[in-house]
């Protein structure tokens, strides 16, 4: 795994697992990921220890732990004894909660379309991914190309 160091990378990427390299340092990728395919220990050690890394966050595992917490904070903090809480539940006070207003999301998603009440979606957010995707591709050319 080669990887810019964004907080979660570098969280999981450590020696071990993967590399780091610059933000926006195309060599540095380049000379990462070929050097991972020169070495063929190196990267299948990545490999295995970036899979049992893995293995510790599947979701039956996560579940597993996520249900250790809430018995453990069950045991720990039981009602028995103790007074309720003055606050009540949404159950309680039913019919307590603001309108729900979305028109916000739906300018956001469609910008063209709330604005003009119809019309070119030409400011729609995937637009950018797209143009992104698009220079990232002729980005890759152009290296491959050397």
């Known amino acids: 795994m ?3 160091p964004y907080w979660h990378a570098a969280e999981l990427l450590t020696a071990e697992r993967g590399k780091l390299v610059p933000f926006r340092d195309p060599s540095a ?13 190196l990267r299948h ?6 899979y049992l890394l893995g293995r510790e966050m599947v979701w039956s595992r996560v579940a597993r732990l996520y249900m250790r917490s809430f018995e453990q904070a069950q045991r720990e903090h039981s009602l028995v004894g103790r007074r309720s809480s003055a606050i009540k539940t949404l159950d309680e006070q039913p019919g ?26 030409r400011n729609h957010p995937h ?9 990232n591709g002729r980005e890759l050319q152009r290296q491959a190309a050397r």
């Open 96 to 121: 307590q909660l603001p309108e729900l207003k979305l028109d916000h999301l739906y300018r956001m998603s469609w910008p063209g379309e709330a604005q003009a009440g119809g019309g070119s979606n």
């Open 2 to 4: 080669v990887s810019t």
């Open 127 to 135: 637009r950018a991914w797209e143009a992104l995707g698009e220079w």
């Open 45 to 50: 050690s990545m490999r295995k220890n970036a």
């Open 29 to 41: 990728i380049a000379a990462a990921v070929v050097g991972l395919l020169r070495d063929d220990p």
